[in-house]
């Protein structure tokens, strides 16, 4: 292969710009000596790449006179939906749902559709993955169908961008962007290179047209979203639906958000007829029975939303070795520290027992706000002591014993008042030797108080 030849150096006068191909000594158009210079050779972008002006519309502004009006925020008819985006859906926002298979996106989604088609909103619905058969199916179980509502079936790109063009939907729900691929490209659909190019092409439609986009992704097997990842550096909104399989509640939270707040939450529950809004799920963790040893009520921030979580502990008298630890929906290696705390600290052996501490509904309660209630309810287990109703813990514990505040402590002590929980043991009470014995205070066990050991 032939190859290119270097340009031969220009020589420029710097008094007048009379320019030679070969140097002299004199420039020849004003006759000076001295002044004719060797001209660089332009390298890098701007030698293959010719600068263009900007139109009227495009122009760079002062940021103080751009306005927002034209970009007011529109509610997609599920407020759950709604508080984890930032108050609606911004008109060219490109949204980015991932989750599990089988928790319930394409559902939720649906839901968005048809409430934003009830709301005379024109809405496409491109499947990559279901045929309009099957989606039909679940429109008619879970009551989404609208005639505003138009339904495509189709893995290419060029084809779904062709509906949009005729359907001229307001908003675009793609599922999944994994299952969609671009003849542009090479590679079966789902390789980092297709993702890439689908989710861009998406990207810079719903920019140019005002017109917003929610793409479906798939997760890995630890539950990051799957593909490069570029995709959610593209997008302005990333979503993640998360739940338990075994139960109903689903929450979605928002790890990304270029219009609003990443801390808040959504709470759904997947029922026979689809999915259905939890705008207060604060009944959703607790026990509905007596008072039993063993169980503690914590208060926990799920977001901006305090929410009371139950935890539960169960001791029992082993043999092994190695006693058992099995832990749900709490942090496995707090409970082991907490655990060690009580023994050493509050002087309750837990050296000897298999012990077994859960959550109430399925929720995960990972944060340090929950080891005060762990260890009140391991130790209510041990001697057993119940904790009453009306009585909520919340605090951190350190490897000296000592209670340390939480984050939003405020917050969770109005919410505990408002649900009813007149007391809230929590750094106030300095220790843990102080929090148990001020929990015994206020037991409701039908033991008698002289049977009662003291912790």
Same mark, same amino acid.
């Given at each position: 292969?032939?190859?290119?030849?270097?340009? &031969?150096?220009? #020589?420029?006068?710097?008094?007048?710009?009379?320019?030679?191909?070969?140097?002299?000594?004199?420039?020849?158009?004003?006759?000076?000596?001295?002044?004719?210079?060797?001209?660089?050779?332009?390298?890098?972008?701007?030698?293959?790449?010719?600068?263009?002006?900007?139109?009227?519309?495009?122009?760079?502004? @002062?940021?103080?006179?751009?306005?927002?009006?034209?970009?007011?925020?529109?509610?997609?008819?599920?407020?759950?939906?709604?508080?984890?985006?930032?108050?609606?859906?911004? @008109?060219?926002?490109?949204?980015?749902?991932?989750?599990?298979?089988?928790?319930?996106?394409?559902?939720?989604?649906?839901?968005?559709?048809?409430?934003?088609?009830?709301?005379? !909103?024109?809405?496409?619905?491109?499947?990559?993955?279901?045929? +309009?058969?099957?989606? !039909?199916? !679940?429109?008619?179980?879970?009551?989404?169908?609208?005639?505003?509502? #138009?339904?495509?079936?189709?893995?290419?790109?060029?084809?779904?961008?062709?509906?949009?063009?005729?359907?001229?939907?307001?908003?675009?729900?793609?599922?999944?962007?994994?299952?969609?691929?671009?003849?542009?490209?090479?590679?079966?659909?789902?390789? &980092?290179?297709?993702?890439?190019? =689908?989710?861009?092409?998406?990207?810079?439609?719903?920019?140019?047209?005002?017109?917003?986009?929610?793409?479906?992704?798939?997760?890995?097997?630890?539950?990051?979203?799957?593909? +490069?990842?570029?995709?959610?550096?593209?997008?302005?909104?990333?979503?993640?639906?998360?739940?338990?399989?075994?139960?109903?509640?689903?929450?979605?939270?928002?790890?990304?958000?270029?219009?609003?707040?990443?801390?808040?939450?959504?709470?759904?529950?997947?029922?026979?007829?689809?999915?259905?809004?939890? +705008?207060? @799920?604060?009944?959703?963790?607790?026990?509905?029975?007596?008072?039993?040893?063993?169980?503690?009520?914590?208060?926990?921030?799920?977001?901006?939303?305090?929410?009371? =979580?139950?935890?539960?502990?169960?001791?029992?008298?082993?043999?092994?070795?190695? +006693?058992?630890?099995?832990?749900?929906?709490?942090?496995?290696?707090?409970?082991?520290?907490?655990?060690?705390?009580?023994?050493?600290?509050?002087?309750?052996?837990?050296?000897?027992?298999?012990?077994? =501490?859960?959550?109430?509904?399925?929720?995960?309660?990972?944060?340090?706000?929950?080891?005060?209630?762990?260890?009140?309810?391991?130790?209510?287990?041990?001697?057993?002591?119940?904790?009453?109703?009306?009585?909520?813990?919340?605090?951190?514990?350190?490897?000296?014993?000592?209670?340390?505040?939480?984050?939003?402590?405020?917050?969770?002590?109005?919410?505990?008042?408002?649900?009813? #929980?007149?007391? =809230?043991?929590?750094?106030?009470?300095?220790?843990?030797?102080?929090?148990?014995?001020?929990?015994?205070?206020?037991?409701?066990?039908?033991?008698?108080?002289?049977?009662?050991?003291?912790?």
């Amino acid at each position: 292969m032939a190859t290119r030849k270097p340009a &031969p150096p220009a #020589y420029v006068c710097t008094e007048c710009g009379w320019t030679t191909a070969k140097w002299v000594g004199r420039c020849a158009e004003c006759q000076q000596w001295g002044t004719v210079q060797e001209q660089g050779t332009q390298t890098g972008i701007l030698s293959r790449i010719t600068p263009l002006a900007p139109t009227a519309a495009k122009a760079a502004r @002062p940021i103080t006179q751009i306005t927002t009006e034209d970009a007011p925020r529109r509610t997609s008819g599920v407020g759950e939906f709604d508080r984890v985006l930032g108050g609606g859906i911004v @008109p060219g926002a490109a949204i980015l749902l991932s989750g599990e298979p089988g928790v319930g996106k394409s559902t939720l989604l649906l839901e968005v559709a048809a409430q934003a088609a009830r709301s005379g !909103r024109r809405v496409l619905y491109a499947s990559a993955e279901e045929s +309009p058969a099957q989606v !039909r199916l !679940r429109a008619e179980r879970t009551g989404a169908l609208h005639d505003e509502l #138009y339904l495509a079936s189709e893995t290419d790109l060029a084809t779904i961008l062709g509906h949009i063009d005729e359907v001229a939907p307001q908003l675009v729900i793609v599922d999944s962007v994994q299952t969609v691929s671009s003849s542009l490209i090479d590679g079966a659909a789902g390789q &980092p290179s297709q993702v890439r190019e =689908v989710a861009s092409t998406l990207i810079r439609v719903a920019k140019e047209r005002s017109l917003p986009i929610i793409i479906v992704g798939h997760v890995t097997k630890d539950g990051t979203v799957a593909g +490069p990842r570029v995709l959610e550096h593209l997008v302005d909104v990333v979503c993640h639906f998360e739940g338990d399989r075994q139960t109903s509640l689903r929450f979605i939270r928002a790890l990304k958000n270029r219009f609003g707040p990443t801390d808040e939450v959504g709470c759904f529950e997947m029922t026979g007829a689809g999915i259905a809004e939890v +705008p207060d @799920p604060s009944g959703l963790f607790l026990s509905q029975g007596a008072t039993e040893p063993g169980t503690c009520v914590a208060i926990s921030l799920e977001g901006r939303r305090a929410l009371p =979580v139950e935890v539960q502990a169960l001791t029992i008298t082993t043999t092994a070795p190695n +006693p058992r630890r099995v832990v749900h929906g709490l942090d496995s290696s707090r409970v082991a520290m907490v655990l060690a705390i009580l023994e050493r600290r509050a002087g309750i052996k837990t050296s000897a027992l298999d012990v077994y =501490v859960s959550t109430v509904g399925g929720v995960r309660f990972t944060e340090p706000a929950a080891d005060l209630a762990i260890a009140i309810a391991v130790a209510g287990s041990i001697q057993q002591i119940s904790v009453p109703r009306t009585v909520a813990a919340v605090g951190e514990l350190s490897l000296a014993g000592e209670i340390r505040p939480v984050t939003q402590s405020t917050q969770r002590r109005s919410e505990a008042s408002r649900l009813g #929980y007149d007391q =809230v043991v929590d750094d106030r009470s300095k220790t843990l030797r102080a929090a148990l014995n001020d929990v015994r205070a206020r037991n409701t066990s039908r033991r008698s108080e002289a049977d009662i050991p003291p912790f």
